[in-house]
């Protein structure tokens, strides 16, 4: 891999969803016809793709962004000839069954392609990835002419979908959304202002479906009163023919820090007497249906958050293995040495060993929670559902915290020239951004796992929770190499139970306003640990393999020279040094996370700001 050029990881791909997941010994009925080598050719086209049509348009469609003219966008140079490309592949509806047009994939592979392209492109991918939650709603909760006559044409990705929440007064308080909605025979006509609908306005595709909240004009106040309705730019017929264009215009674009390939739009809706749109489900089910697309979108964004993460990560390494500059600091007084590749240095070495944990770590927990949200399809309930409600909200925060944190080191080890536009770090980071903000920020996010799911069911959920995370710490015990690093995360685990207990003592005891503001807090140091234990559960797995790999060779399993030359052994050796750096470099931090939640400390709540 170049310092310039985006390349798929498809060793730790394939490691994740073959060695730890385990896909191809799947027994769903649903996934009989796929097997390995049928798993490993997906993901050799999907990382063609990624890195042959996708990459080469991310630079320059951030430099020219997207373009608006009397409610027309233009989408960049190269996107409606890669988007064509896109479709006719079919990676528009990979996890679509294949009886309604899709590819019917199991959730983590899905997701590993979903990395991968969004690694490549994530403006690019904005397009197609909203269309794919609005598939899967209509799927679920449409009327059978929707599924008839709407779905197909998303399953192509010949239409596209949005979803439209906010509101000039109404962002993350989604109940404070005034969009009105009045009865016209068997649909409504809608009245008001969406802002910051991704692909709201496009060049891409023939029609755009929004998935719209709005409000009857007898619905209650809060989120008790939104409905739920499909409202497309070009009218629909019956029988399923375009009609005359929608009272739907795009009255602008935002112009952004980063993503700017696509078109953030504002959409004046109803000004010409309403758009039409038709209700999905019941009045007054609109949130709870909504949320069945949103929560689909926030385990997406925890996946955006690692495929950039990743991106800048490959960037980063190959150009510290390039880049050379500096001595070997045991000959740093001697101007005659060797000037060697940065990536000898240890603080660059710290740098890429923090990105590296961290990323391979988020890519086992998001592929891993793709395959348990994959058990609760078509109504399911799935064992480890308790769970994935808890770690939903980790999933989007910390993933995407921890991206624009990767993002921020890899600028550094490139120095200056990570600051200019000549490498793609700096993209990486302005990208990466929206990320921490869209789709629940994760201030919200933090609320949502302290306020609502870790009090689920009496706690129940929270305890599943904690059940996982022991039996997975448990599994170190076979491995006496790793002692050290099993009792550095049962410290920490120890700390998470310890927060919980003191935020359960607060609320037992009438306070509301001192937990919640150490509600991120609380996220962080339970995000670290979850990292850390999956990171623990690749190391259990790349251990033998690795003790294996040397015995066959005649080598200790921590011989450098011969670590340098074999690249399987190498690979499995890397997972070992990502448990060792984790735990011991930077799980300490939750010994201070604890201390913040714990303490009595009123600040936030008495300052005047």
């Avoid at 997906?42 to 020219?64: H, Q, V």
């Avoid at 590993?112 to 690694?119: D, K, P, Q, S, Y």
């Avoid at 602008?252 to 000004?271: R, V, Y």
């Avoid at 609109?286 to 993460?309: D, P």
Wanted: charged share 20%.
């Amino acid at each position: 891999m170049s310092a310039t050029d985006y390349e798929v990881d498809i060793r730790d791909h394939q490691f994740v969803l073959f060695e730890q997941l385990k896909v191809q010994e799947s027994t769903d009925p649903k996934y009989a016809d796929f097997d390995a080598e049928l798993y490993g050719m997906i993901l050799d086209e999907a990382r063609k793709m990624a890195e042959g049509t996708i990459a080469p348009i991310n630079g320059p469609g951030d430099r020219s962004g997207c373009s608006w003219k009397d409610g027309a966008v233009t989408t960049p140079a190269g996107f409606k000839a890669a988007y064509k490309t896109f479709c006719e592949a079919g990676w528009g509806a990979t996890t679509v069954p294949q009886d309604d047009g899709g590819q019917g994939l199991p959730a983590p592979v899905s997701l590993a392609v979903l990395e991968m392209f969004t690694g490549a492109g994530c403006a690019f991918m904005m397009y197609p990835g909203l269309t794919t939650a609005a598939c899967n709603l209509v799927r679920h909760m449409g009327t059978d002419w929707m599924k008839e006559t709407i779905l197909p044409h998303l399953v192509s990705g010949n239409w596209a979908g949005t979803m439209c929440l906010t509101e000039p007064q109404a962002g993350s308080a989604v109940g404070d959304a005034s969009t009105v909605a009045n009865r016209d025979g068997d649909t409504y006509l809608l009245q008001g202002t969406k802002l910051f609908v991704s692909g709201g306005e496009q060049d891409l595709t023939e029609n755009i479906i929004h998935i719209m909240l709005a409000r009857t004009p007898d619905a209650p106040q809060g989120i008790k009163g939104l409905s739920l309705f499909m409202v497309p730019k070009l009218i629909v017929n019956p029988d399923g023919s375009m009609g005359e264009v929608n009272d739907i215009v795009c009255s602008g674009i935002e112009h952004k820090m980063g993503i700017n390939g696509s078109a953030t739009c504002t959409l004046s809706i109803g000004d010409g007497g309403g758009a039409r749109g038709w209700l999905i489900g019941n009045e007054g089910e609109g949130i709870t249906r909504m949320f069945h697309m949103m929560n689909e979108a926030r385990i997406g964004v925890g996946v955006q958050g690692l495929a950039v993460a990743a991106a800048a990560l490959g960037n980063a390494t190959s150009y510290a293995r390039e880049r050379i500059q500096g001595t070997d600091i045991k000959k740093f007084k001697d101007v005659t040495a060797p000037r060697v590749p940065i990536i000898e240095h240890a603080d660059v070495k710290r740098m890429l060993l923090y990105a590296r944990s961290v990323v391979q770590g988020m890519r086992s927990f998001s592929l891993t929670v793709g395959a348990w949200a994959d058990e609760m399809l078509d109504g399911g309930e799935g064992e480890h559902k308790d769970i994935v409600d808890v770690l939903v909200p980790i999933l989007k925060s910390w993933n995407t915290d921890q991206c624009f944190e990767v993002c921020r080191l890899a600028v550094q080890v490139y120095g200056g020239y990570g600051f200019i536009g000549e490498y793609p770090v700096e993209q990486h980071l302005r990208d990466s951004k929206i990320f921490s903000i869209y789709e629940g920020t994760n201030g919200i996010q933090a609320l949502d796992l302290v306020g609502r799911k870790m009090s689920m069911k009496g706690g129940a959920a929270f305890m599943a929770t904690l059940n996982f995370l022991n039996e997975s710490i448990e599994e170190l015990s076979a491995h006496e190499s790793l002692a050290a690093e099993k009792a550095g995360l049962e410290k920490s685990r120890d700390r998470l139970g310890q927060a919980a207990m003191h935020l359960m003592q607060q609320g037992m005891g009438g306070e509301q306003d001192l937990p919640i503001s150490h509600a991120c807090d609380v996220l962080n140091l339970f995000g670290d640990v979850v990292i850390g234990v999956f990171i623990a559960r690749q190391a259990v797995i790349a251990l033998p393999k690795l003790t294996e790999l040397a015995a066959a060779a005649g080598k200790s399993a921590d011989d450098a020279e011969w670590l340098a030359e074999d690249s399987e052994a190498r690979f499995y050796a890397s997972k070992i040094d990502n448990l060792r750096f984790y735990v011991h470099q930077v799980l300490p931090r939750t010994a201070g996370l604890l201390r913040a939640v714990t303490s009595p400390d009123r600040t936030v709540m008495t300052s005047v700001l």
